[in-house]
């Protein structure tokens, strides 16, 4: 295992949540007492429609949530109503319980769910308005970790992980017999905080192989790169 690389071990999911919560309000707070404004990539998925809950339902007078911007690190292409869209899950499980502004959330879709190709370009353009480098700096990216080692959805043997000039892409991704847009490799290095939450059984291989320091996955090349945060379940640990 890595020195970069630190475990929170916590016995249930809902611990976890509580953990990963805690942690994601402490930093995005010091990203407000420093730079008056915090952004976040958030990840999508089912895993963290709890945290979100969680956070909308304890965690409402913890931070000035006005102060801050919510990005994606993913989304599938769909319309922003579809029940798989990140967007939407994000939307009814955080946004609108803390009453959060249509001008803090930066949906990766467009209204009107334009050619993929244009959406990402325009992500692009989004990001690189506030950047102050190259590559823009998250305060915070949340992730998940797919049992095949990916992340986002920068999956195994895609296009998408050799691109180091674009901050977003339309990756293919031949398991899914489709595509998604995704941020891109050196966006996830850059940001200041990179946090993993992984949950269930179904994940254990995948954390035992990021554990044991391999870098061939998506997920152990970022975890070999950088510092990164993972906050577990028992599940997801027990061999």
Known sequence: MSEKTHFHHNRTPEEAFVACAD???????????????ARIALAGGSTPRRLYQMLAENY???LAWD????FFGDERNVPRDHPDSNFRMAQRALFRPLGIQPHQTFPMISDQQRDPEHDAMAYEALLRQWASDDVPRFDVALLGL???????????????LGECSRLA???PVEKIHGYRLTLTFPV???ARDVVFLVIGNEKRDALARVH???QDLPAEQLASRRVTHWFIDQASWDT
């Open 67 to 70: 102060r801050v911007e919510f």
């Open 188 to 190: 996830f290095e850059a």
């Open 169 to 171: 892409v339309v990756n």
């Open 60 to 62: 409402a007078d913890a």
């Open 146 to 160: 797919g049992d095949d080692g990916h992340f986002a959805s920068l999956f195994p043997d895609t296009p998408a």
């Open 212 to 214: 044991a320091g391999y």
């Open 23 to 37: 942690f994601l309000v402490d930093r995005l707070a010091h990203a407000i007492g420093r730079r008056g404004i």
